[in-house]
């Protein structure tokens, strides 16, 4: 029973132990019939004095044990003079399980037990049950209650240490969740540049290039109009380098080919992950790139949690009309169409789990980035003027589609 300060209530309690077992000591030596019992216990309480006012006695199990002895000597010899020391046995009980260990306390405390019944015996005219029942009874109540102290204080440090793992994977998840919205909102931000400003300029620039050679040569207006180019050509190159720079960080450093073939090496299997890519890696627009690489780590992600396979294959298809994006994986597969629309279920290999097998069936959007179910890249897909299709089958693996149509601007970079 470890009652060295921890709380104010381990202190209240060790103060209360060290003043009954002093309490006790003064009624024996109250009681004393002649010198001897006195001197005994005075010398009883020198050496429990001793013990209680080094603090190297108490955070020393072997000091403890030293002391202990001594104690419990003075002890015998005061019980030899009066009857009145057996009670002390009940301190002296907590006393040996508050310093030594259980495996050496519970002995310890049986000794002493035996030697309080022998004490208080050979004091009594004659024996009776209560000879032993008072000093077996608070060896029991004393055990009893050291044995409930450790197991509450034990589970009073497992709840402490689960309050503070709580504590800091709260934290972890706010954190998460504040950078998962800083990039949510930048690519918000990015994908409306691209689709507002840098397309509206890209329009204009066509309009003025347009009007440019309806003007006559010589024409006042020509110089105006050819001013007007450069001022658009220069803001559309201002909205580039916006969307570069609120790129998804998986992007800032690379190409998407890249960025896909970092996201394989970073799987951790099983099953064996293995990036390819088909034709001649080209530049896309970034809202291109965005798409593909969140419906790869949806797709991958849930591969990895739910599929149980044994082998995943990403695969970058450079063609001459479109782009395409396929992950195929050899696990236990689903049945699409069980799938409920509003169920984002895991892509590529897990996305109906709980409809082939009666297991968990993810919601809608959950996904390995935190928010792409089906419905999701089906979306980003669509957006694009894409398409995206998912073949699977139980026990057959799942294959996700994903095709995007090239830029009608190609040749310029996909116009923004």
């Not at 097998?357 to 999701?376: I, M, Q, V, Y």
């Amino acid at each position: 029973m470890d009652l060295r300060p921890r709380s104010p209530v381990a202190v209240i309690l060790r103060l209360c132990l060290y003043a009954l077992f002093a309490g006790l000591l003064g009624l024996a030596a109250a009681h004393a019939t002649g010198p001897g019992t006195v001197a005994a216990a005075l010398g009883t309480g020198a050496v429990f004095a001793f013990g209680v006012l080094q603090p190297a006695v108490l955070r020393s199990r072997r000091r403890s044990a030293v002391w202990l002895a001594a104690l419990g000597a003075a002890w015998l010899v005061l019980l030899a003079y009066s009857p009145q020391a057996v009670w002390a046995a009940f301190p002296l009980y907590f006393l040996l399980l508050h310093l030594l260990p259980v495996r050496w306390g519970l002995p310890a405390v049986a000794a002493t037990a035996a030697a309080a019944i022998a004490g208080f015996a050979g004091h009594a005219e004659r024996i009776n049950a209560g000879v032993f029942i008072g000093p077996l009874l608070g060896a029991a109540v004393a055990v009893a209650t050291v044995l409930g102290y450790e197991a509450l204080y034990r589970e009073s440090e497992r709840r402490r240490e689960l309050i503070e793992e709580l504590v800091a994977t709260r934290a972890d998840l706010a954190a998460a969740e504040r950078a998962a919205g800083t990039l949510a909102e930048r690519e918000r931000l990015a994908r409306e540049i691209h689709d507002t400003l840098a397309q509206g300029l890209s329009s204009i620039q066509l309009l003025l290039r347009a009007a440019q050679r309806e003007v006559p040569a010589g024409s006042p207006a020509a110089a105006h109009i050819e001013q007007a180019r450069g001022a658009a050509q220069d803001n559309l190159a201002e909205a580039r380098r916006f969307v570069r720079a609120l790129t998804p960080p998986d992007l800032e450093h690379g190409s998407l080919t890249g960025a896909l073939e970092r996201l394989c090496s970073r799987a951790v299997g099983p099953p064996a992950v293995r990036f390819s890519v088909s034709g001649s890696p080209a530049a896309l627009p970034t809202p291109y790139e965005v798409a593909l690489l969140r419906i790869a780590q949806s797709a991958l992600g849930n591969t990895l949690r739910h599929a149980r396979a044994a082998r995943a294959e990403v695969t970058l298809s450079f063609m001459d009309t479109a782009v395409a994006l396929d992950v195929v994986d050899d696990g236990t597969g689903f049945v699409p169409d069980a799938v409920p629309a509003g169920a984002g279920a895991a892509g590529a290999g897990a996305a109906g789990a709980g409809a082939a097998g009666g297991r968990r069936t993810e919601s809608p959007r959950a996904g390995a980035d935190g928010g792409f179910g089906l419905p999701a890249m089906r979306s980003r897909a669509e957006a694009l003027g894409g398409t995206f299709a998912v073949e699977s089958a139980p026990g057959q693996g799942t294959a996700v589609a994903v095709t995007l149509p090239w830029p009608v601007a190609r040749d310029t970079g996909g116009g923004a």
